[in-house]
């Protein structure tokens, strides 16, 4: 599992569900019908003990947008501001969203390759809202979405994948084909119509309409095994034919991060992933890989602001610079170089 880490980041399982005889998003208008689903969605939960259940008209836009940050939420949960909500357990491994894209999305996320485990996570609090609500589902076409690609199980598995090797070679395009034959997709940091960012990047299902919730989880784990086996091999060779290059990206991005007097965001995530990529290569040493891939989130700008107040642009870059700084020095020392 430790070696898988190496390219996989995290692992999501993610349900859609809606109640029978309710209008789908976005025709759902009747304020009634909104507010049973909310009170209801909240009182099952809440009784749990498990979970806090927030309306996001209660948060301001850069606390959702920090939530979005972490991939707690969805941007189509923002966009419902006005009427969603969502449900977080303590870790935020488990959430709940309540008039997302449909009328819930649960949704679990945990670190490395964990499709199966993330799955099972989520199946007592799917059979506990199957028993309170009567949930749109169809003998033939399986459970009924607001998106006819979740059509079946209603469940897209993903994996969060970190291919800086595959990426330098030029191998993305033809992955990205690769994927649509076997009913998957592959899509920036944060999902559909997002750019990969610090060689970041999601698979995820797209249909599979015929399949089980297990044949799902296996062909994207298969897909994945494949990716790996392919990144694994092509960073060995790629770094032995350009040693030097590549020695001097990682080592520029090191001390570019740590000696930047103003970081823009988007250069965070690329000086972050040069710094992991000389990390796997023997370059650099991070002492904890787990609280580095968070400064991915942590340099955000709505994360920023949860961290200290300010509002000038300039002002985010200069406390974005010194805030990866610190943790980059305490995280990640110069190793030997091969």
């Known amino acids: ?27 759902l208008n009747d304020l009634d019908k909104i507010s ?67 009328h819930l999305r649960l949704q679990s996320v945990l670190p490395g390759l964990n499709l199966v485990e993330a799955y099972n996570r989520l199946m007592p609090i ?38 800086p090797a595959l990426e330098k070679t030029g191998r993305i395009d033809s992955l990205i084909v690769q994927a649509r034959q076997f009913g998957l997709t592959f899509r920036g940091v944060y999902g ?24 799902i989880i296996d062909t994207v784990n298969d897909f994945f095994f494949n990716i790996y086996n392919e990144e694994i091999s092509l960073r060995n060779d790629f770094f032995e034919k350009n040693h030097d290059v590549i020695c001097d990206q990682v080592l520029r991005a090191y001390g570019t ?38 400064l991915y989130y942590h340099g955000c700008s709505a994360s920023m602001k949860e961290i200290r107040s300010f509002s000038q642009k300039e002002k985010e870059n200069r406390l974005r610079a010194e805030y990866i700084a610190k943790r980059v020095k305490n995280l990640v020392n110069i190793g030997g170089i091969k």
């Open 1 to 27: 599992m430790d070696n898988f880490n190496k390219v996989a980041i995290s692992s999501r399982i993610r349900l859609a569900r809606n109640i029978s005889g309710i209008e789908f998003m976005p025709k």
């Open 36 to 102: 049973y689903i909310t009170s209801s969605m909240q009182a099952l939960l809440d009784s749990s003990g498990q979970f806090s259940t927030f309306a996001l008209a209660d948060l301001s836009l850069d606390h959702c947008t920090a939530l979005l940050e972490r991939h707690v939420i969805s941007k189509e949960l923002i966009a419902n501001k006005d009427i969603s909500y969502v449900s977080t357990n303590e870790d935020e491994s488990i959430n709940i969203m309540i008039l997302e894209e449909d």
């Open 126 to 163: 799917d059979e506990k809202i199957s028993k309170s609500f009567n949930i749109a589902f169809d003998d033939e076409l399986g459970y009924l979405t607001s998106s006819p690609s979740n059509l079946g199980t209603g469940m897209r598995a993903s994996i969060m994948v970190f291919i």
């Open 192 to 215: 559909e119509g997002s750019e990969a960012l610090g060689f970041i990047y999601q698979i995820s299902n797209q249909g599979l309409l015929c399949l089980s919730e297990e044949q």
């Open 257 to 294: 991060i740590i000696n930047a007097y103003l970081l823009e965001e988007k250069e965070m995530f690329a000086l972050l992933g040069l710094i992991r990529f000389g990390h796997e290569l023997g370059i650099l040493n991070i002492r904890d890989v787990d609280l580095f891939m968070k």
